[in-house]
């Protein structure tokens, strides 16, 4: 799978998830029962599966919950719906000494799938239902849905692998500085909850047509923008003295090595330009340029555009 690629949805393997459990939001219903409101599994991102797709990328998908006290004699009605036609339904029980329930559907088919748990008691008793993600990322299925999961949240990954790469450490530590978490590239269960949940993506400050970057020196973040959705967030480094803000446009390209060792530079504003080098720390550490990582400097300099705007903010 090439750079391209990137930009298509994937095939979610929600299978391959041996201990994950469902991301849907608390709700609770009227006193005719707690109806959670139909929500695409993995919220935020639709549940995808290629048609033509082997058996072997399908299977079982967990939905997990706990209602809450009192409970009596209480069981939860599961349903699972591809395409808006129902394919699979099943009545669990609820654990009289916790309050937890289960269900395993099958997955049998392509496209949307969309998850409603429906409380099946007189009373108003809210249903929580909950994530897990696995506290070590096992190469294979979980990997793979992992560095998907990662690649539909606007995280630049290059090749999607079943294992955690260069690639997953990159977009992991870009993560990880979005949503202000320790900067490093270790993976964490939080980063996978988040994405299960469809959250934790970057938020751009501006919202307009057309193509753009953004720069945000706070959380030293690059995101390349096309009307209003991130496509690719980057971890960068930018002045270790400053870098000068404001909005500016793309004005001249250099590929390969300068003198200096900036590679395939683009520059918006004298000679400030975003730009590969061989070390990209974690905190500003240039000149007052924009730093990428050198394994992504020629997709940047070919998606940039010479005339696109760039913001650069605090």
Known sequence: MGEGAHRGRFALLAAALCAAALALPSAAGAASGADLSPQSLFAGTTLSLKKGSSPSILG???????????????????????????????????????????????????????????????????????????????????????????????YHMGDVSDHFDDSTALAVLAMRKVNDLPRTEEYDPRLFTLLLRGRGAFEPVHDQDGRYVEVDLSRQVMALIEDGKPTDVFHVSTGAFGTPTGTYSFYEKSPGYNQKGMYYSVYYSGNYATHGYYTVPTYPASHGCVRNPEVYSVFLYTWIQLGDPIYVYE
């Open 60 to 154: 079982r998908v967990v939905l997990a919950g706990k209602i809450q006290l009192p409970w009596v004699n209480q069981s939860v009605t599961v349903t699972l719906r591809r395409d808006g036609r129902l394919v699979a339904a099943r009545n669990v029980p609820v654990n009289p000494e916790n309050g937890r329930f289960h269900a395993s559907l099958r997955l049998k088919g392509c496209c949307e799938y969309v998850a409603q748990a429906l409380h099946v008691t007189d009373s108003s008793t809210p249903l929580a239902l909950e994530v897990h993600a696995p506290r070590v990322l096992r190469s294979g299925r979980e990997a793979l849905l992992f560095n998907r999961l990662l690649q539909e949240a606007g």
